[in-house]
């Protein structure tokens, strides 16, 4: 099977609420069969409080479904735990990060389930930062490439498993 790229309007710093409105549009547009979605960390740094997380969370996976040949092809990743960085503390306005960024992920699990959608939970694997430096970017907050390439080992069997069974 085949894999392009068709669309990736994602933009660093967008809550769910941009998504919505700038993202989604050009992702409709695209017309995918298969997608993965990741948002909620910068709802929380922005304090956005969890009742209206979820609705917009709910919008946003009810819009990327209707679009969606197959319902079993959207697949939803965790936010990771960025109070493990050096930086992290900068970001949390004096509030538990580790806790926060659980509630969203909880949020976004139980919507999921809902859904019937798959979840690939990366907020522990995420944690490890806190032990390996060479985890954590030269920003002293965002992942690096040998973090990303340890979530893609979670990330990648899921997303093959979704794009080789059969359609729903």
């Known amino acids: 099977m085949a894999v392009s790229l068709v669309a990736n309007p994602a933009k660093t710093g967008w809550t769910t609420q941009q998504a919505i409105d700038a993202e989604l549009p050009v992702w409709k547009a695209a017309k995918p069969d298969f997608a993965t979605v990741q948002i909620g960390v ?19 996976l009810d819009e990327m479904l209707k679009v969606l040949p197959d319902k079993n ?6 936010i990771p735990d960025f109070s493990v960085t050096p930086t992290g ?13 659980a509630e969203f992920n909880r949020i976004i699990q139980e919507e999921s389930q809902k859904r019937q959608l ?3 939970d990366i ?34 069997p899921v997303a093959h498993e979704l794009l080789f069974q ?3």
Do not use: C
Not at 89 to 101: C, E, L, N, Q, V
């Open 73 to 78: 092809r959207l697949l939803v990743v965790t």
């Open 42 to 60: 910068n709802d929380w740094v922005q304090g956005v409080d969890a009742a209206t997380f979820r609705q917009r969370l709910i919008r946003l």
């Open 118 to 120: 798959k979840v690939v």
């Open 89 to 101: 503390a900068m970001y949390g306005g004096g509030r538990d990060i580790s806790h926060g960024i």
């Open 123 to 156: 907020f522990s694997l995420s944690q490890g930062m806190h032990d390996d430096r060479s985890l954590i970017a030269r920003d002293g907050f965002h992942p690096s490439a040998k973090e990303y390439a340890l979530w893609e080992v979670f990330i990648y």
């Open 166 to 168: 059969p359609v729903r």
